[in-house]
């Protein structure tokens, strides 16, 4: 077959499903060196690879703590208005009751999206320009800050504390862009699929532990039923800033910064057993994508094969909110209601279903590596848009037992978004763009998912609210004809990723392999 030599032979030849990968690079490789270091990856297993990287997979687990605080975040502002000292504090009588005003309520609840659309898109620049670990570190201490405005914040001064929630918010970007990349880059390809994942299962926790502090505290008489909440957030920046010394940095950024040597001791401590080997696939892998391309701008995220990968970047979390996540998890305490529960039990039911989230983002964990990222991806899609089209057509009844059916599939869709769609979105959109441009792509990715999250925020209540459309559960029925596009969508355009090395993914985009035929093509060097 012919090989790769120059820029203007830059595709590569496809025939009978084989991909050609030789190219020639700035520097003389050892025409091995990737091909035996992927092999050396692919053949151990997951569980092995836990055992043989668990310094690696221990330390994205410990970056990836600030994800804890986007869900907590999300969870706390919506909550809190439940909370009658809070609604007091911030808010003014009407006909005898404390009331936050709705545009107050808007802001609230949208300035942390806002602020995490900026911080998402800057990261990629800091991050390349002082490290993940850098990055990170930034975040705590953006977030340090924020929490401290919005503790103190005294009562009736709802600027400042949307000031406060829009400084969390940039700290929350740049959280979850952080650690996105920092998994892709410093787990081999066996792990690569759990560590980017476990960001979401952070999210959750988060998402379940402001749900049990709301639960505890939200009835308190006192300040405290707002500020301790507040609080609690500050336990897990601090804690970042006093790991992140002993956290080695990512060693794709050190060689890129040619810090040759740092890099190596890094691949040891992450337990990389043939570290020169492994080293050397990082440079050369690096010096491929450098042929390819040399600059690492945001705009080059958008040019040639790259816009391909940062389009199926940023469409995951779109799909996630056209499959309605926002309509069906957000409202789940509104189905519980409809169903005759009464309040206090709907929440604590709310508190259920995001532990159903918790143990589907376990399973999660397992079946990325032995399903793959698109079969996953695309039966989630499935579901979920099965499940809004189950909701629209129990509204169609008012019994009771229809009732009921919207609240069981409630429960239903929260288990299988997050064993699928909820985890593969932060997998799939961390190990698509190429490694040079992984930081702002992720950060973009970040970006959207803030934007479309804001968006559904937005324009859900006029969906469902008595005194606007009124749709109620038949909203279902919107949901599940977009994410029936969603799933033809994804069926043609989001490739498998499983068992892929960097250099491997590079040149399926190069050679533009379609995305169905990703799994099944080999790749020779």
Not at 275 to 292: M, S
Not at 337 to 354: P, W, Y
Request: include cysteine; aromatic fraction near 12%; charged fraction near 15%.
């Amino acid at each position: 077959m012919p090989s790769r030599s120059s820029s203007s032979d830059k595709n590569a030849h496809i025939q009978q499903d084989t991909l050609e990968h030789t190219v020639g690079l700035a520097f003389q490789p050892n025409d091995n060196t990737l091909a035996i270091a992927a092999k050396e990856e692919k053949a151990v297993g997951t569980f092995e690879a836990i055992k043989i990287y668990r310094y690696a997979f221990l330390w994205c687990l410990f970056c990836g703590l600030g994800a804890i605080l986007w869900g907590y975040d999300v969870q706390i502002s919506g909550g809190l208005l439940s909370a009658p000292l809070f609604r007091h504090d911030f808010g003014y009588e009407y006909n005898g009751e404390d009331v936050i005003p709705a545009r107050w309520q808007s802001a609230f609840n949208s300035v942390g999206s806002i602020g995490g659309m900026f911080g998402g898109i800057t990261v990629g620049w800091i991050a390349d320009s002082i490290g993940r670990r850098g990055s990170i570190a930034m975040a705590s201490i953006i977030s340090i800050t924020a929490i401290f405005i919005q503790f103190f914040c005294p009562p009736h001064y709802n600027a400042l504390m949307l000031v406060g929630k829009l400084i969390n918010g940039i700290a929350l970007g740049m959280y979850i862009s952080s650690a996105s990349a920092y998994g892709s880059e410093i787990s081999p390809v066996a792990l690569r699929g759990i560590t980017t994942g476990t960001v979401n299962l952070w999210i959750v926790f988060g998402q379940f532990l402001a749900n049990c502090v709301i639960q505890g505290l939200g009835s308190r008489n006192d300040r405290t039923a707002y500020r301790i909440p507040f609080a609690i957030q500050w336990i897990f920046p601090v804690i970042i800033l006093i790991g992140l010394p002993f956290t080695p940095e990512s060693p794709w950024y050190l060689a890129r910064k040619g810090l040759i040597e740092r890099a190596r001791r890094v691949l040891f401590r992450l337990g990389f057993q043939d570290v020169d080997l492994h080293l050397r696939q990082i440079q050369e892998t690096i010096a491929l994508e450098n042929h390819y391309d040399k600059e690492t701008t945001y705009w080059q995220c958008f040019k040639d094969n790259n816009r391909r990968r940062t389009i199926i970047a940023l469409m995951v979390f779109v799909l996630q909110q056209i499959v309605g996540v926002i309509f069906v998890l957000g409202y789940s305490t509104y189905f519980f209601q409809l169903a005759g529960f009464r309040t206090s039990d709907s929440f604590k039911l709310g508190v259920g279903v995001t532990a159903i989230g918790l143990v589907g983002n376990l399973t999660a964990l397992y079946s990325v590596n032995k399903f793959g990222r698109r079969p996953l991806f695309l039966w989630g899609m499935i579901g979920c848009t099965a499940v809004n089209l189950g909701i629209g057509f129990s509204s169609l009844s008012k019994t009771k037992a229809a009732r009921w059916s919207e609240a069981i599939f409630t429960l239903i869709f929260g288990l299988i978004y997050q064993g699928s769609i909820g985890p593969l979105g932060y997998v799939i959109f961390s190990e698509i763009s190429s490694a040079k441009l992984r930081s702002k792509t992720v950060g973009i990715g970040i970006c959207v998912n803030s934007l479309c999250g804001m968006l559904a925020n937005i324009i859900i209540p006029y969906l469902v609210n008595p005194d606007e459309a009124n749709l109620k559960g038949k909203v279902g029925y919107i949901f599940g004809g977009l994410g029936l596009l969603g799933c033809i969508w994804t069926f043609f355009f989001i490739p498998e990723t499983k068992n892929r090395t960097v250099d491997e993914l590079d040149a399926l985009f190069e050679a533009k392999v379609s995305s169905r035929k990703f799994g099944k093509t080999t790749v020779d060097r």
